[in-house]
């Protein structure tokens, strides 16, 4: 039966019902051959049929038919005229698809291609956190930190943004004392603070959390250790360093024996090696060798099967820095506030200009600096300032965090820098604070009576205190290390700087050349006691602004105990910038229109 259409079939077929239903006089309708009342109907394209006695109405519906029968079709099939045509089309059809595949190809194949992004070394970019392994945390409650200790806290490093662990102590030392100069037996770990499959399980545990694995490799000895009683170790002049010896790595033995110290530490899994002589020396004994040696051992590196694919980090005190182009040494560390005859301001300002960092430039590919603001064997920033409060001290080791992590290259802190914490009596080695229980030793050790190690007892000095309170040092650290970790003009964009009067700086981080990305501002006053006005005009300076627009400006990060921005406020930098004393802030300029 062909198609009907059936909302019109169905209101007459409706409409018919009811007709008949209401017609009382059954002579008015049309009677059937029998003389009784009509039992069908033709109703325009189809037939009705009504039956009195139960009501029901069946409608058979026919339709039109529209285009071509088969019959008419198949006459068509293999006409001569038609065939040939039919035919044609088809393989037309499959050309042009098949041009236009073709087509796409070449046009993906042989398109202009965008410049290649150049892949930034991890070393280039890395937050390293100092960890002093004996006081960092104690996982065996003996009261010792251990390798267990920091596998455990590897969350710890993610959290705040750090990208590299540097352990200050791997190797054997004299047991008299935790200190990581004193070596008496460089191949092997120190027995105090785990076995060796416990410092490989560490090594492993980084790698699992994306996280990268550095270590001292001294280049001094206990006078215990055998090169002590012979010439291939030097004795220490300096005060204090009576029983510290540094080793001669022009004697060809002495080279080959800590290359093979340097391999196994490789073979564990280790990214690289620190190599220091630390208060042993003041000019640097091994300097004319240190490059030689680090050259010895990135060929081992090369030759390896299992180690050529890595990149192996190589850095030393900047005592053993040289001049040599394409340095085997890619770093020497470089503190922030070294300056005992200067002011806070005048030795940042200094430091940061001296070392290249205006010019954006390494041609010559001698070793750059890796920031920190102090060191395991110097001393906490509490113990280089004077006439500052504690909370003076947190608020400008907060600004130092800003600028450290804000300059071009790899940066370092030692553990509790992220929390501002003060030095205990002098020494920066006190234990790490993880709660504020005193009782239950700050969440260092579950072991009873008195510790090794002591800690200092500043208030507020740990990480459950400071964890969520946005104004703490703790928090405006993590915050800049995140900044920094996720934005590449961050990473290894240019750098400005300018000085706004006596005791403030202004700098910037941007793409040259690009007026598509953002630009970052980070502005400090180290002045203790005086709020800092910067004027429009010194903002608006085309070095530091790269052409973008002031009043398009939104504070990332605020230095701490600030009160007067917050964090994701806009700024109209127009109207100028008002820092408190000791604060700092960063702000991104948007993009030109």
């Known amino acids: 039966m062909a198609p009907v ?16 239903k209401m017609s009382a006089n059954e002579s008015l309708m049309p009677n059937s051959e029998d003389g009784k009342t009509p039992q069908s109907y033709n109703v325009e394209s189809g037939q009705v049929k009504f039956t009195k006695d139960t009501d029901n109405v069946d409608v058979n519906a026919s339709s039109k038919l529209i285009g071509l029968t088969k019959e008419q079709l198949e006459q068509y099939r293999n006409d001569p005229f038609w065939k040939p045509i039919r035919y044609a089309l088809f393989v037309l059809f499959w050309l042009v698809w098949l041009l236009m595949f073709v087509g796409a190809i070449l046009i993906v194949v042989l398109s202009p291609k965008c410049a290649a992004k150049e892949v930034t070394k991890w070393s280039k970019v890395a937050v390293a956190y100092q960890v002093f392994t004996p006081t960092f945390f104690d996982a065996d409650n003996d009261g010792v930190g251990d390798f267990e200790g920091i596998r455990q806290k590897l969350d710890y490093f993610r959290k705040i943004g750090a990208t590299t662990i540097w352990a200050r102590h791997v190797v054997q030392a004299e047991k008299d004392e935790f200190d990581p100069s004193l070596v008496v037996d460089s191949i092997n770990v120190d027995s105090r603070l785990g076995t060796e499959e416990d410092f490989k399980k560490l090594v492993n545990a980084v790698h699992d959390k994306d996280l990268y694995f550095v270590m001292d490799l001294p280049l001094t000895v206990s006078k215990k250790h055998p090169y002590a009683k012979s010439n291939s170790a030097k004795k220490s002049n300096e005060s204090g360093s009576e029983n510290l010896y540094v080793i001669n790595l022009g004697e060809s033995a002495v080279a080959d024996n800590l290359l093979k110290t340097a391999k196994k530490y490789l073979d564990l899994g280790v990214d690289g090696f620190y190599f220091s002589e630390y208060k042993a020396t003041k000019n640097g004994f091994n300097k004319n060798y240190l490059e030689e040696f680090g050259s010895q051992i990135k060929q081992e590196v090369e030759k390896d099967e299992n180690l050529k694919h890595k990149e192996i980090l190589l850095f030393a005190d900047s005592k053993l820095k040289t001049d040599a182009q394409n340095s085997s040494i890619e770093f020497y560390v470089k503190p922030l506030l070294d300056c005992s005859d200067k002011g806070v301001y005048e030795c940042i300002h200094d430091t940061v200009t001296s070392e290249k960092q205006i010019a954006n430039e390494n041609p010559d590919g001698e070793a750059q600096p890796l920031w920190e603001i102090t060191d395991l064997y110097g001393s906490r920033i509490d113990t280089k300032l004077k006439d500052y409060s504690s909370k003076e001290i947190s608020q400008l080791g907060s600004l130092a965090s800003l600028l450290q992590l804000f300059l071009r290259g790899p940066s370092s802190i030692l553990y509790g820098e992220e929390l501002a914490t ?15 229980e005193k009782e239950k030793n700050y969440g260092f050790s579950d072991a009873d009576g008195t510790l090794f190690f002591k800690t200092s007892e500043a208030a507020d000095a740990d990480v459950q205190t400071q964890s969520g309170d946005i104004n703490s040092p703790f928090e405006t650290f993590k915050r800049m290390a995140k900044l920094r970790q996720r934005d590449e003009i961050l990473q290894v964009g240019q750098l400005e700087l300018k000085s706004v009067g006596a005791n403030s700086l202004l700098l910037s981080r941007f793409t040259a050349n690009s007026t598509l990305e953002k630009v970052y501002i980070l502005a400090l006053n180290f002045d ?66």
Do not use: C
């Open 422 to 436: 003060p030095s205990f009596n002098g020494t920066q080695r006190g234990y790490m604070r993880w709660t504020s």
């Open 5 to 20: 259409d059936r909302p019109t079939m169905f209101l007459e077929y409706e409409a018919l019902k009811n007709s008949l």
């Open 528 to 593: 203790k006691s005086e709020g800092k006005k910067i004027a429009q005009a010194e903002l608006a300076d085309q070095d530091l602004i790269q052409g973008r627009s002031l009043d398009k400006a939104e504070i990332l990060v605020v230095s701490a105990y600030q009160t007067k921005y917050h964090v994701r406020q806009a700024l109209n930098l127009n109207e100028g910038l008002e820092l408190e004393p000791l604060h700092g802030i960063v702000v991104a300029l948007s993009p030109s229109a």
